[in-house]
Structure formats: structure tokens, C-alpha cells
């Protein structure tokens, strides 16, 4: 008799509600959905998944919106975060992500060896609890779910 494994399931563009129904029906590993420090929609799936001891791996993991053409206040923000920990706005992007959540499994893409490299380094930078904050004050948070799940 051969035994089949079943891997865990991963969901993508989900809510917390299908989420946890979902968890109900297969054991889930994660979770996709777009999150970063300029769209934070899925704030609530996030937690979720932490909840659940669920990976989450956010789309678009090195965006930095320029909220309302506030390009200067971005500026005023990564440049000192920037000059200190020697990184690229993109490192500390990631690095931002990291210092979230346990549960974050940021996969950005990338074209070049380099450009790995540079991702790569963003774990090693280890924001203060005050860059965390300035960062993350940049955006308000939106905990609430979007009415498409996030979509």
C-alpha cells in the first residue's frame, strides 16, 4: 500500500474568516496577501495568521507608497534609518516587515545576484524599536478587513 502525503495548503487573498474555515477543513502552512508600509489592508489577516501559528508572506514585501505625495516626510523618515544601518529604503523595507511579526515570511522577487544580496541583508538590520515606530507611524494601520478579502 502506498501512502500519500498530503502537504499543507497555503490560501492567498483570503480573510480572516476563510482563513480559520479553511483551517477547520485542511492544515494550513500560509498565507499570502499584500502587505507593506504603504498598504497595510490586510493588517487583520495578519493577525489571524499569527493567531493560528500560520506563515505570512506579503505581496509587494519592499513597497513604499508615497502617501499623498508626502515625498519629502518619506525622505525625512528612511534617510537618518537609512544613513545609520548603511541600507537601501527596499532593506529597510523588508527589515520593517521582519520586525512585525514572527510569523512574516516577506519573499520579494528579484532579477540579479545583487539584488539577492541586497534582500538578503535586510535581515541582519536590526531597527530600534523607535525606527520600528517611525516607520510604521508613516501609514496608519487598517485593521479592518477590506470587504474583498483583501483583494
Known sequence: MVHQLHPPHRLSNVNP???????????????TARYNIGDR???ALL???????????????TTVANQDGNAAHLGDV????CEKHQATVPQLALAWL????????PIPGTSSLTHLEEN???AAIDLTAEEVDAITQLVP???SPAPDGGR
Do not use: C, K, N
Not at 493560528?52 to 514585501?61: C, D, G, K, L, N
Not at 521582519?98 to 515570511?105: G, T, V
Open 47 to 61: 493577525a489571524a495568521a499569527e493567531e493560528a501559528s500560520v506563515a505570512f508572506s506579503p505581496w509587494y514585501p
Open 141 to 143: 494601520d487598517d485593521s
Open 98 to 105: 521582519l520586525h512585525r511579526s514572527p510569523f512574516m515570511l
Open 78 to 81: 528612511f534617510g537618518p534609518i
Open 17 to 31: 474568516e476563510q482563513l480559520r474555515a479553511a483551517r477547520e477543513m485542511v492544515e494550513i502552512a500560509a498565507v
Open 41 to 43: 489592508t490586510a493588517a
Open 120 to 122: 538578503l541583508g535586510a
